[in-house]
Every structure is written in structure tokens, then in C-alpha cells.
């Protein structure tokens, strides 16, 4: 009754309104999202890989179908499960996914549950396969594996969590790995949050190594890290698989003395001026008792301006540039806290909600396969003018956008909003997504 009647308003009687506007989305850019992974064969690789460990005999929604549900939820910032209760009928998601009503919030809670230690294998063989077709249409000419690690919050008795002292809060502490050049996610593992830093990072980082060692032979590979990661174990292994590394140090008594002539060096520059910024740079070679051999060790010392003392860098790498140019590409590192950034605050990365430690690991690798999803899409089809955007800048542009559904003589017709202001954008990406050549099998 209310859907059909008009309603007035007392602030201005000629305006009337009702519930009667059809079939109505606000999410038309997913059409944009979906043709895209279909032409990269994505949502084919997804439901074909992808299986929990379901004793049912039959399911009305299948696990393909309610992973690529919440991958495009996840993309529209839709991130709690229950708003999949709210999206039920939404045009655009039930013709995505060819259903005539979307899995509900209890449906979702149940499929994520089912979710183990296998479907965590899962995940890694997808990513790498999905990896593989996009580097197919876009190969890297090199590979940079920006080593970190970041602490996603828990607030209750979740297994695993723990408190980590250096960010002085409880959760779970995951490892991960980006491409520093394109901002891919290569690869991420949830672990306890009292963990330390480089815990597990060796037999994290070499599949990645035997990868692109196998298939990309000829990409040059470089890697960093904090002083987080500064074990010899990772030094010796780098080298073993022929990769160019630049690891931070933490500064101690023996490193300072080694430096002891740069630092009068920098003194002596500033004798006559100790209000503005100096430099120096230098290099020596080190090997701490943990260490098979003495390694090169890149040093920065600076004075800051307005200050008096001295602040200090080491670099322990295998790189043959000068050291000003092994600090400079170290330092470069920092393009990754926007990484961590974004998949934090534009994919919730921080969804890890249940009990069980292994479901939240679960639940961690849908969110970064959406963050992989998007940034493939946003760096390979969309117009150049927008591939540096944040994810929340390029929803508000191209995947907000108003839509109603009619249908016709068995068509599906999306009518998007008329005063929308980026339709050049929209008709771009379509043309690049339909210029792209994926090699699918």
C-alpha cells in the first residue's frame, strides 16, 4: 500500500514520493568488476578450485557461488555478513550471480565454518593461478617482495590472539608479502599475535622464490625488510635463490664504532652551521657472530635540521649501487604502509570475528583475494587517469553508481543514472577489459 501511494512533504507540498521506482541498485560498477574477471577467467578458476569440507549432498548455494558473493560484497564496502540480508534481491548481485536471491547472513556464517587447513591450501593455489593469467596479459619486468608484518585487532577471547608488545595491543600479528612496484598481495599468513616479526618468514618467502624462479625466470628479484627481518637465515637464503635484498639493521655498540669516521665526517660538515639538514652516506663490511661471512653494510647518518644529534641507518645488502641509491630504493619501502593501509581500511582485513583461529585465517584470505581482485582490476583495465586512486575514491566513481533493472523480450536491460559524471571513465574501462588477451588454459 505504501510503495504505491504518493506521499507529500510538509516542507514543500509539489514534492511527492514513493516505493514504486522498480528494480533499483546502487552498485552498476560491478558490472564492470564482474566482465573483468570473466574475461581473466577468474570466477571459472574460483568455483572450480574452491571446496569446503561439506558433508551436505546438495546445497541450493554452492561454495563457488558464496565466495564470489562475498569477494563482490567485500568490493562494494559491504563487509559485515549481514548485510547480505540486506542485498537479498538486489538486481545487480542476483543477476552477477545468476541467483534469484543471494546466500543469507546465516547461510555465510555456516559456508565460513566449514572453511580448514585445506581450503587455506585453496586459496594459495587461486592466487597463484590468478597471478599467472594476469602476468600473462601484464608481465612484471621486475619483481620487488616488500616484506612486513601488521597487527589485526581482536576484542575477545579468539584463539590465537595474543598481546604484541610492539604495537601494544591484543590480536593476531599476520605475516605478508606485496609486490613494492604494483601493489599485488603475493602472499599472507595469519599467525598467533605474540609472535615476533621474521617468525616463519623462510618458509614463508620461498614458494614465492621457487615461483617465480619456475615460471618467470627472467624477472629479476629484489626484496626488503625491516630490522624485523634482519636474520642471517633470510641473508643466506636470498642469496641462495639469486635475489638482490636491502635489509634493515638494528643499530648496536659494534655498527656505531664502525662508523665512527662517517660520523665525524658529518660533525666536521656541520661545524660552522648546526641548524641546517646534512648527510653523509658510506658503506663498510660486517659480520656479526651469527654470520657465515662478512656482508656489506650501507650506513646513512644525518642531522635533522634544528637538532644536534646524529641519527643512523644500516643496510645490509647484496646490492652493488652506491649507497645513497641502496638507501634511497630501502626507503621507497614506505609506498607498502599505503598498501597495508588500504587493505585495511578499503577491504577490512581486520574481519577476523570467530572463535577458531583457523577460520579467522580463512576469513583473512577471502578479504586479501578481493584486495588482489580490485588491485588487478584497477591497475590492468582501468584508465590511466584513475589507476592511482584509493579504492574508496574509484567506488565513489565507478562502482556507486545508480542503476535500474528493466526487463524485455528476455533481456536484462541495466539503465545507469543519467547524470552520472564519469561515463567516459565507465566506457573506457569496458574497452580496455574487452582489449585484453588472457591465455585461459
Not at 315 to 341: D, H, Q, S, W
Amino acid at each position: 500500500m505504501y510503495s504505491l501511494k504518493d506521499t507529500s512533504f510538509e516542507s514543500n507540498s509539489r514534492i511527492k514520493m514513493n516505493f514504486n521506482g522498480g528494480d533499483l541498485s546502487s552498485d552498476a560498477g560491478l558490472l564492470l568488476l564482474n566482465e573483468f574477471n570473466s574475461k581473466m577467467g577468474f570466477n571459472d578458476v574460483i568455483k572450480q578450485q574452491f571446496r569446503t569440507n561439506d558433508s551436505a549432498c546438495s546445497r541450493i548455494h554452492k561454495d563457488g557461488d558464496n565466495l564470489l558473493q562475498v569477494i563482490y560484497q567485500i568490493q562494494s564496502a559491504y563487509f559485515e555478513d549481514d548485510c547480505a540480508d540486506e542485498l537479498t534481491t538486489d538486481p545487480i548481485f542476483t543477476t552477477l550471480l545468476e541467483k534469484e536471491a543471494l546466500a543469507s547472513q546465516p547461510t555465510l556464517s555456516r559456508f565460513y565454518n566449514r572453511m580448514d587447513g585445506t581450503t587455506l591450501g585453496q586459496f594459495e593455489s587461486i592466487n597463484r593461478e590468478l597471478r599467472r593469467r594476469v602476468y600473462i596479459c601484464k608481465p612484471p619486468e621486475m619483481m620487488l617482495f616488500d616484506l612486513d608484518s601488521t597487527l589485526l585487532e581482536t576484542y575477545g577471547n579468539q584463539e590465537g590472539e595474543g598481546y604484541n608488545y610492539h604495537y601494544g595491543s591484543h590480536g593476531y600479528h599476520p605475516l605478508i608479502c606485496y609486490d613494492g612496484l604494483s601493489g599485488d598481495l603475493l602472499k599472507a599468513t595469519l599467525r598467533k599475535g605474540e609472535v615476533y616479526t621474521s617468525n616463519g618468514v623462510c618458509d614463508f618467502i620461498q614458494p614465492l622464490f621457487d615461483e617465480f624462479l619456475n615460471e618467470h625466470p627472467k624477472t629479476e628479484l629484489y626484496l626488503r625488510g625491516d630490522s624485523g627481518f634482519a636474520i642471517p637465515e633470510l641473508y643466506t637464503q636470498c642469496e641462495t635463490n639469486g635475489t638482490t635484498y636491502a635489509i634493515r639493521l638494528k643499530s648496536n655498540a659494534i655498527l656505531n664504532k664502525l662508523s665512527d669516521e662517517l660520523d665525524w665526517e658529518l660533525a666536521e660538515k656541520t661545524r660552522e652551521n648546526t641548524i641546517d639538514y646534512a648527510v653523509v652516506y658510506g658503506e663498510f663490511y660486517f659480520q656479526a657472530s651469527t654470520w657465515e661471512y662478512p656482508r656489506r653494510v650501507v650506513c646513512k647518518i644525518e642531522k635533522p635540521y634544528g637538532q644536534i644529534t646524529h641519527m643512523k641507518t644500516y643496510i645490509v645488502t647484496n646490492m652493488e649501487l652506491k649507497p645513497v641509491e641502496v638507501i634511497r630504493f630501502y626507503c621507497n619501502r614506505g609506498r607498502m604502509e599505503n598498501f597495508v593501509k588500504e587493505g585495511k581500511n578499503g577491504f577490512d582485513f581486520s574481519a577476523v570475528s570467530s572463535h577458531s583461529k583457523t577460520v579467522n585465517a580463512n576469513r583473512f584470505q577471502v578479504h586479501t583475494l578481493a584486495y588482489n581482485l580490485f588491485n588487478w582490476f584497477r591497475r590492468i583495465a582501468l584508465p590511466k587517469a584513475l589507476r592511482k586512486l584509493t579504492v574508496g575514491t574509484i567506488r565513489m566513481k565507478l562502482i556507486k553508481i545508480a542503476v535500474r533493472l528493466v526487463k524485455s523480450a528476455g533481456y536484462k536491460i541495466f539503465k545507469l543514472c543519467s547524470s552520472c559524471p564519469y561515463k567516459k571513465e565507465f566506457f573506457m574501462t569496458l574497452e580496455n577489459i574487452r582489449g585484453l588477451k588472457p591465455q585461459l588454459e
